[in-house]
């Protein structure tokens, strides 16, 4: 069975500051990793991917999330937080087999940036 | 290019009665799929449809269904509503059902039972 670990319900940073949002992951083939966002009341939004290649992924807004693989990790980063990047963040796996296809998604981190 | 658009936006429901989603995924895409966000219990997979067929379903109960239709299309019933149902209810899709693709999703359908 596949998994995601989100361990921090709520991530505090100053704008300007760079931010980390952790993931930890578990499938028993090959990962594809993944990080949506979550405005209040909104659905989801995709922000990038890992398939395979690169360990560094860039997505939109300027995230970008580093894959480790002995650390079955997949932490979503950005060098600068802006107040709008305040939201929900959600990481989800989903196993190279594409067992049931199905995302399995964490719990969620939710991000506060304050000026 | 039009996203995934859900419909109704809200939906406002008695206990006992039933509910009808309905989701139409970005163009070209097969496969659709429905989670279900509740508060307090994050995103949970309901049903996953590909070219017509239900492929696979979550832990939900039977009074949980849906299909999908020729054009991609889908639908998700909710029978004999119960208090607990009252979430929101986002379909999602994709190109087709290779694990690397790229799931969108749409803005969601908040159903409240009372």
């Known amino acids: 069975a596949q998994s995601v670990a989100q361990p921090e319900d709520q991530v505090n940073v100053a704008e300007g500051n760079p931010l980390t949002v952790k993931c930890t992951y578990s499938?028993?083939?090959?990962?594809?990793l993944f990080w949506y966002v979550q405005y209040p009341n909104r659905g989801l939004q995709f922000l990038l991917k890992?398939?395979?290649?690169?360990?560094l992924v860039k997505g939109s807004y300027g995230f970008e999330a580093e894959f480790n693989k002995s650390q079955t990790s997949f932490h979503l980063k950005k060098p600068s937080a802006l107040v709008s990047d305040s939201a929900l963040y959600f990481c989800a796996v989903r196993d190279e087999a594409g067992t049931a296809s199905k995302l399995t998604f964490g719990t969620g981190t939710r991000l506060q940036v304050t000026l | 290019e039009a996203g995934v658009t859900q419909s109704p936006t809200h939906l406002i429901k008695t206990r006992g009665q039933q509910a009808t989603l309905r989701c139409s995924p970005i163009s070209g895409h097969t496969s659709v799929y429905w989670y279900q966000q509740a508060l307090g219990l994050g995103l949970q997979f309901l049903l996953w449809?590909?070219?017509?067929?239900?492929?696979n379903r979550g832990n939900f109960p039977p009074r949980f269904s849906g299909r999908q239709f020729p054009n991609y299309s889908s639908e998700l019933n909710v029978n004999a509503l119960e208090l607990e149902d009252s979430a929101l209810y986002l379909c999602?899709?994709?190109?087709?059902?290779?694990?690397?693709?790229?799931?969108?999703f749409g803005e969601g359908s908040w159903l409240t039972v009372v």
């Open positions: 999602a899709s994709s190109l087709f059902s290779g694990s690397g693709n790229t799931i969108y």
């Open positions: 449809y590909d070219e017509g067929e239900e492929r």
């Open positions: 890992y398939i395979t290649g690169d360990n």
């Open positions: 499938v028993s083939g090959n990962p594809y």
